[in-house]
């Protein structure tokens, strides 16, 4: 059995020290790992790993550090930010496991994951991923995007002009659905049961092209996974903030 933190004070300080020196092994099963394939001059992620393992319940929790960016005090909020969402998962792990325990339920685990999902033109885009495994899986995807040069942070809303824009882009969605299972007969989505965008809908900018992630079994099979739809800038351009030069 692996070792198994259950003062978080500790487990924060901890962590803390692993996230912002890189040492590696800086206990409770933490390693720093930097993200394949990622050039020094360039933003990069690192990882802490926090991980819990005995019978019937398991947890491996990414602690991503981002670096690479050339905007320290940026880096800074977002790796106390990224500490703080992983010691908040292991909370909630430990506490859900102490409760099926008690009840005698079976088998919990829980894993988190990040990575660049997209860089460029002064942007970047973060993808984390929540999988919770019980009798079956499930998926939560959410992003994190982010102006190199302002180091702000951008939301959906902060494109379009006004709040209009959660008809037109489901339209447009449920259009590149068909279009898709068109080409491919093994595709299936909800078509009479796709919801419509959110407000706070998961996206990233990639190329100046917007992305709209919908989770796991929210438009299509759980077997399909999370699902990714590039939205084309031209039938969107009329509601687009005037102030936005992400989109092209």
């Keep these: 059995m692996k070792k198994v933190v259950r003062n978080f004070k500790v487990m924060a300080v901890l962590l803390a020290a692993a996230a912002f020196s890189f040492s590696a092994g800086a206990g409770y099963a933490a390693q720093v790992t930097p993200e394949a394939g990622k050039a020094k001059a360039e933003p990069q992620l690192a990882f802490s790993t926090i991980t819990h393992q005995e019978e019937a319940?398991?947890?491996?929790?990414?602690?991503?550090?981002?670096r690479g960016t050339g905007n320290a005090e940026l880096e800074k909020r977002l790796n106390e930010r990224f500490l703080e969402d992983a010691v908040a998962v292991y909370r909630s792990f430990?506490?859900?496991m102490g409760e099926m325990k008690n009840m005698g339920a079976g088998y919990f685990s829980i894993a988190t994951a990040s990575r660049i999902a997209a860089h460029g033109n002064g942007l970047l885009s973060?993808?984390?991923?929540?999988?919770?495994?019980?009798a079956s899986s499930g998926t939560l995807v959410?992003?994190?995007?982010?102006?190199?040069?302002?180091?702000?942070?951008?939301?959906?809303?902060?494109?379009?002009k006004d709040d209009r824009y959660t008809k037109p882009l489901?339209?447009?969605?449920?259009?590149?659905?068909?279009e898709e299972m068109k080409k491919d007969k093994a595709t299936a989505y909800f078509l009479e049961e796709v919801p419509e965008v959110r407000k706070d809908q998961p996206f990233y900018i990639e190329d100046g092209k917007l992305v709209l992630v919908f989770d796991q079994g929210t438009v299509a099979p759980y077997s399909m996974g999370a699902r990714s739809f590039v939205i084309p800038t031209k039938p969107i351009k009329g509601l687009l903030a005037p102030s936005q030069s992400y989109l092209k």
């Design 170 to 178: 489901t339209k447009i969605v449920k259009s590149l659905m068909k």
């Design 57 to 66: 319940f398991e947890a491996s929790i990414q602690v991503p550090i981002l």
């Design 142 to 160: 959410r992003f994190d995007n982010i102006d190199l040069g302002t180091g702000r942070e951008i939301a959906l809303s902060d494109l379009f």
């Design 126 to 134: 973060l993808e984390h991923r929540v999988t919770e495994t019980m």
């Design 94 to 96: 430990v506490l859900r």
